[in-house]
T-cell receptor
Framework: NAGVTQTPKFRVLKTGQSMTLLCAQD?????MYWYRQDPGMGLRLIHY???????AKGEVPDGYNVSRLKKQNFLLGLESAAPSQTSVYFC????????????FGAGTRLSVL | DAKTTQPTSMDCAEGRAANLPCNHS???????VYWYRQIHSQGPQYIIH???NNETNEMASLIITEDRKSSTLILPHATLRDTAVYYC?????????????FGQGTELSVKP
């Protein structure tokens, strides 16, 4: 039982490049989330999904897009990366109705030069 | 969601109980208190939650004051692996969208 798996673990991008972060969960959770964590800022919610085919904006959605084509996967896309998007990205999932008990992945460390 | 206040850092001797306080004086009647921790370079990990009664699980105990304005997370026998940042979060039980406000948390250092 892997829980929540994020790929890749590390990535370095140049300004303007695009990339997709993949999150996969094997717990059959309905809800999935993407957060970013910056030094001194705590975790901030980027986007979330309450079910397959649905997504919604969180606290800091600008510059990111997401898709949830399959229940177990939640993709975070950066169309044109900026240095301000240098951060650690965490994916999480939870049961419907239990949204406050979230299971997190190990994170993706992204540097945009 | 309730605003929470925690000390920035705490130390604890290995094997002793670690008592981490949290002030949530603005918590409303339908908000629970949740605790998470984040070990360095890892994702946050859920620990425990409660509404008004004390709670205990295999990881920790949660003591909530009768007026619900503060709570204490207790790690009964702290080990070096408990060194982490601990977050106290107030949130409604049916929180669609997962808007958890993690704040700055308390950095707990367990020392040998």
């Amino acid at each position: 039982n892997a829980g929540v798996t994020q790929t890749p673990k590390f990535r370095v991008l140049k300004t303007g490049q695009s990339m997709t972060l993949l999150c996969a969960q094997d717990m059959n959770h309905e809800y999935m989330y993407w957060y970013r964590q910056d030094p001194g800022m705590g975790l901030r919610l980027i986007h979330y999904s309450v079910g397959e085919g649905t997504t919604a904006k969180g606290e800091v959605p600008d510059g990111y897009n997401v898709s949830r084509l399959k229940k177990q996967n939640f993709l975070l896309g950066l169309e044109s990366a900026a240095p301000s998007q240098t951060s650690v990205y965490f994916c999480a999932s939870s049961y419907a109705g239990g949204g406050n008990i979230q299971y997190f992945g190990a994170g993706t460390r992204l540097s945009v030069l | 969601d309730a605003k929470t206040t925690q000390p920035t850092s705490m130390d604890c001797a290995e094997g002793r109980a670690a008592n981490l306080p949290c002030n949530h004086s603005t918590i409303s009647g339908n908000e629970y208190v949740y605790w998470y921790r984040q070990i360095h370079s890892q994702g946050p990990q859920y620990i425990i939650h409660g509404l008004k009664n004390n709670e205990t699980n295999e990881m920790a105990s949660l003591i909530i004051t009768e007026d619900r304005k503060s709570s204490t997370l207790i790690l009964p026998h702290a080990t070096l692996r408990d060194t982490a940042v601990y977050y106290c979060i107030g949130a409604r039980i049916y929180n669609q969208g997962g808007k958890l406000i993690f704040g700055q948390g308390t950095e707990l250092s367990v020392k040998p």
